[in-house]
């Protein structure tokens, strides 16, 4: 069934209501927080006050005595024990040497370095008993300077051993005597200088474990909040811990939001899970919020120089980009990956640039490590391509859609100059939607009558591409990925013609619950109530690599569609029996098999209860029961695409930035729930727009404190700073997947960043601002229109 066949199913593009909300909107949600087990004790960690200091001494000898406490762990406890927190990426230097690898250590062993590194774990029957034994371990610290600075990391002080000039790699992609060839030959040459700042998640569930050991079967069980469980596990297991894989279940029940933070290994799960055995009971931890901004992995934090060389025309000749990348104190699961495989291969963007070449330093500093955060590398390629783009625009006097028109890819499929190629687009035809929808042709009048009121107006446009699905394994692997990229899928269907789908894709917000369960209810002509969805238990699913990088329906539905497959060809050989027929006159649809050219039919409900009560076919030619398992390795990854247009409005008086208009076009290919599409829209979109305008992780530099440790700090986004967003959709259907689709979670936030700055940008031209770097608060617009008028 190709993609075209599977849009016009029953149940494809309708707008069911999600399944899974009437249990969160009831408040029956089952978080990993809500269990609570036989005998359980909590777990509370004690976190390093300083940057980066040496550990002279930890005396635990009061807390352990205090009341209710079981134990007290500090890094002398488990040296030796267990291993450190993984890196899921090898990158390697233009040399071919790998990238610098210090160990991470579940509880810090000699050093601190970063606010918030975990120095010791007490545990205790009670989680106030826990935080007061905890307040009384004693530490003793000789501090040393931290290094925050990614411009002066390589003179600071060494955080690691291994890496005494504090840099983990030097990565770099393209052909760079080509691209200096054509700088040299170009008549024009436009340059930026970016910061794509630190963004700290803000998950509604914080952080959770919740681990268990048995020690008559010799298991461990261990709830947290996860978006891969069987990553966890294995990383868990055979990285850190040591243990057989078989033995450890991983449980990642209703998560509330990932955004890419919970993706990775933490140390806090390895430590409970550790815990439970020595002390033969359940302990349980979960983050308070302060934790949460301490300790949970931060995303973007880059620092970029770039520049395109252009011909009399406009026309894109060659594109330079240097990129200072933060990492943090540690390497987290897919650092390395971020700021290099995710984001150099993005540069093309929707252009046909000739020649890209790109080098990309990655730092280490006294920070929390970073990591992906929704979009993942995209994001920030977006932003230095499309802020890029647009002063190309500005410099050669042309209009940013002007530019991006004669610059635009319109033959596929298309090989970049960076490893990637496009399948499948019409750049174009989000263009023109945007503008409609935008009602641009207005916006000169619109412009006026900002005007009048004293404020400046400006538009900005985004068209953005983004690889999705993380794939294939072979590629992926020969980039430096330490794991498969494929994923599983199971379809049990029962004799009464009800199915459950184990699926290893990981629910975190997305609806999945409902968007697989209309794909096999269109697939088998059954109502979507009929079908469950099961994931986030390594007990219950195959092997799957979990959800991030917008893969779950290209990827995850993909491999249930593969099942499915196996389902109706095995169904078809049953349906045959029953009607002695062939199987190869057979044919199924909208819940009938029907033999071809006559007027026999049976419905899928009789054809399922057959398989399970095997009176009418031959058993030895056919087992019964109708369960299948199927794993999907992409061959490509997906690219949607899009044309977002902001239009913002500042009042120069005070530097407050409005969104007065947002819209966005977007490609995702085929959609099976529209309604379910639009939500994550808008959710990217507000996390886009609250980077432009409002969030920015701070640390101080001579201290190294998180000065942004708290919502009195760190700006959030509300629904009273945006406008009814406008929606548009092109669809042009994936080319290598059965479903026709390519993502959707991630595009929001990946558009909206450049959009937003460039409509920020263009309002400020007349008044002399020439830059402005994100977060564009009003102090900091404030602050530009002072400075150009000085």
């Not at 450890?248 to 933070?261: K, Q, Y």
């Not at 993706?263 to 931890?285: G, M, P, S």
Request: glycine content about 10%; charged content about 20%; proline content about 5%.
């Amino acid at each position: 069934m190709g993609a075209t066949d599977f849009a016009k199913l029953p149940h494809i593009g309708q707008s069911l209501k999600r399944k899974e909300d009437a249990r969160f909107l009831t408040g029956v949600g089952n978080y990993t927080d809500d269990i609570n087990q036989a005998h359980q004790k909590y777990a509370v960690f004690v976190r390093s006050p300083h940057a980066h200091a040496r550990i002279k001494n930890i005396d635990t000898t009061e807390a352990a005595g205090m009341s209710g406490v079981a134990a007290v762990y500090s890094g002398r406890d488990i040296e030796g024990k267990m291993g450190g927190l993984p890196c899921g990426w090898l990158i390697s230097n233009p040399d071919g040497t790998p990238m610098k690898e210090p160990m991470h250590p579940i509880l810090a062993i000699g050093k601190v370095r970063y606010v918030g590194d975990h120095v010791a774990m007490v545990v205790a029957d009670t989680v106030d008993q826990a935080r007061d034994a905890a307040e009384a371990v004693q530490v003793d610290y000789e501090e040393l300077a931290p290094v925050i600075d990614m411009k002066r990391a390589k003179d600071g002080p060494a955080l690691h051993d291994e890496a005494p000039d504090n840099q983990c790699y030097k990565w770099t992609l393209g052909d760079k005597a080509a691209v200096e060839a054509a700088f040299a030959n170009a008549a024009h040459v436009s340059k930026i200088d970016l910061v794509n700042n630190r963004l700290i998640p803000n998950a509604i569930e914080p952080r959770a474990a919740n681990a268990s050991y048995n020690r008559a079967t010799d298991e461990y069980v261990l709830y947290v909040s996860n978006q891969n469980p069987h990553v966890e596990r294995l990383l868990l297991t055979a990285f850190v811990l040591g243990l057989p894989e078989h033995k450890v279940r991983v449980i990642a029940p209703d998560v509330g939001g990932g955004f890419g933070s919970k993706i990775f290994l933490y140390a806090e799960d390895v430590a409970v899970t550790w815990a439970a055995r020595q002390l033969n009971c359940a302990v349980k931890w979960t983050a308070d919020r302060s934790e949460s901004f301490l300790s949970d992995c931060h995303g973007r934090d880059h620092i970029t120089h770039a520049e395109m060389a252009m011909d009399q025309d406009g026309k894109f000749l060659a594109m330079r980009v240097h990129t200072d990348a933060n990492l943090g104190a540690y390497l987290s699961t897919f650092a390395s990956s971020v700021p290099t495989i995710l984001y150099g291969t993005l540069l093309a963007g929707q252009y046909a640039t000739p020649q890209i070449y790109v080098e990309v330093d990655g730092w280490f500093t006294s920070t929390a490590p970073v990591d992906a955060y929704r979009g993942a590398g995209r994001p920030e390629a977006t932003y230095v391509v499309e802020r890029l783009v647009t002063r190309c625009a500005w410099d050669l006097g042309l209009a940013q859609d002007e530019i991006r028109r004669r610059n635009f890819i319109t033959q596929f499929p298309y090989q970049t100059p960076v490893a990637l190629q496009y399948d499948i687009g019409d750049y174009p035809a989000c263009m023109d939607q945007a503008q409609q929808l935008g009602e641009v042709a207005g916006f000169a009048e619109r412009r006026k009558a900002s005007e009048a009121k004293g404020l400046k107006r400006g538009i900005g446009y985004s068209s953005y591409i983004e690889a999705c699905g993380l794939a294939p394994s072979n590629i992926a692997g020969a980039l430096g990925a330490r794991a498969g990229l494929f994923e599983a899928g199971e379809v049990r269907v029962h004799p009464t013609g009800s199915v459950t789908v184990f699926t290893g894709s990981h629910s975190h917000g997305q609806g999945h619950e409902t968007t697989f369960a209309q794909l096999v209810a269109a697939r088998l002509g059954l109502d979507p109530s009929q079908v469950d969805i099961v994931h986030g238990d390594t007990g219950r699913v195959p092997f799957g690599m979990g959800t991030y990088g917008s893969r779950s329906l290209s990827v995850g539905g993909t491999a249930i569609m593969k099942a499915l497959d196996k389902i109706e060809a095995k169904a078809k050989k049953i349906a045959a029996h029953l009607m002695e027929a062939s199987d190869a006159d057979i044919e199924f649809a909208n819940g009938e098999f029907t033999v071809k050219g006559t007027d026999k039919k049976v419905p899928f409900a009789q054809v399922s209860l057959a398989a399970y009560v095997p009176h009418n076919y031959p058993l030895d030619k056919l087992e019964p029961g109708l369960n299948e398992t199927a794993f999907y390795d992409p061959t490509n990854f997906t690219y949607p695409a899009g044309t977002h247009i902001c239009e913002v409005e500042i009042d120069p008086e005070t530097g407050v930035v409005r969104v007065d208009r947002y819209t966005a076009v977007d490609d995702f290919g085929v959609i099976i729930n529209p309604m379910i599409v639009e939500g994550q829209v808008h959710g990217g979109l507000v996390q886009g727009i609250g980077q432009a305008l409002q969030e920015y992780g701070v640390y101080d530099r001579d201290s190294g404190q998180l000065l942004t440790g708290s919502y009195m700090d760190y700006q959030m986004p509300r629904a009273e700073d945006f406008p009814q967003f406008r929606l548009g959709h092109v669809c042009t259907p994936c080319t290598h997947n059965p479903i026709g689709a390519k993502g959707c979670g991630e595009a929001g936030a990946i558009g909206s960043p450049p959009a937003v700055m460039n409509a920020v940008l263009d309002a400020l031209k007349d008044l002399g601002v020439q830059d402005l770097d994100m977060p564009a608060t009003p102090h900091r617009v404030w602050q530009a229109i002072q400075s150009a008028k000085a």
